[in-house]
């Protein structure tokens, strides 16, 4: 059973910082691996989307890299604004299940004026 | 462009009544549907998938039931609520099954009492 895992549980940093975000996951054989921003009590938003075949995904100031070998991902946010602010959630997809999501429990970012 | 439409937003139910949470996407034709629920201390975890009107593939056992009459619409049921039912239900949608990014919608905060 894929168990994904995300460090720290909660992060706060001051503005500017920049910042990097963890997720494992136990089983390698993945179809994607996609990073999410929940807002309290919203919906998810999605940021990135790596796919298998991928290493990194750049949207703007984030930047997302892979290792499936490893299982590991890293969420990394430059120069970090108090928007910033929100429930960041890792998810993967595995080959042979199709299409379910797997969750990590999120890592709560604070990002002080 | 696509959107996704939940309601109610926010519902507060007693032990024992019934439940009917209502997904609708629009912009998009023949989605991939999917009831996620957030409980508190939990990460997110796949409910149910529908890829057709009819069609539906659950994920967990439980006390929940859902139902896709139209293409475009994808209901979540219970006859009985439990305590264990309350969560944030999400609903989502992609074109394809696994390698394609799934978005959500806004979310309905269940609390059963």
């Known amino acids: 059973k894929q168990e994904v895992t995300q460090i720290p549980a909660a992060l706060s940093v001051p503005e500017g910082e920049n910042l990097v975000l963890n997720c494992s996951f136990t089983d390698s054989a993945i179809y994607n691996l996609q990073w999410f921003r929940q807002d309290p009590g919203k919906g998810l938003t999605s940021l990135l989307l790596i796919q298998s075949s991928q290493r990194e995904q750049t949207s703007g100031r984030l930047n997302a890299s892979l290792d499936k070998s490893s299982g590991r991902s890293t969420l990394y946010i430059a120069a970090s604004q108090p928007g910033d602010s929100a429930t960041y959630l890792c998810?993967?997809?595995?080959?042979?299940?199709?299409?379910?999501?797997?969750f990590g429990k999120g890592t709560s970012l604070l990002v002080t004026p | 462009s696509q959107t996704i439409h939940q309601w109610p937003a926010t519902l507060v139910q007693p032990v024992g009544s019934p439940l009917s949470l209502e997904c609708t996407v629009e912009g998009t034709s023949n989605p991939n549907l999917y009831w996620y629920r957030q409980a508190a201390g939990r990460g997110l975890q796949l409910l149910f998938y529908?890829?057709?009107?009819?069609?539906i593939s659950s994920e967990v056992p439980q006390n929940l039931s859902a139902s896709r009459p139209q293409d475009r619409q994808f209901i979540l049921s219970s006859k009985k609520l439990l305590l264990s039912d309350s969560g944030f239900y999400l609903c989502?949608?992609?074109?394809?099954?696994?390698?394609?990014?799934?978005?959500f919608g806004p979310g309905t905060r269940l609390l059963v009492l």
């Open positions: 989502a949608w992609s074109i394809g099954l696994g390698e394609e990014t799934q978005y």
């Open positions: 529908s890829v057709g009107i009819g069609q």
């Open positions: 998810a993967v997809i595995n080959s042979n299940s199709g299409y379910a999501l797997n």
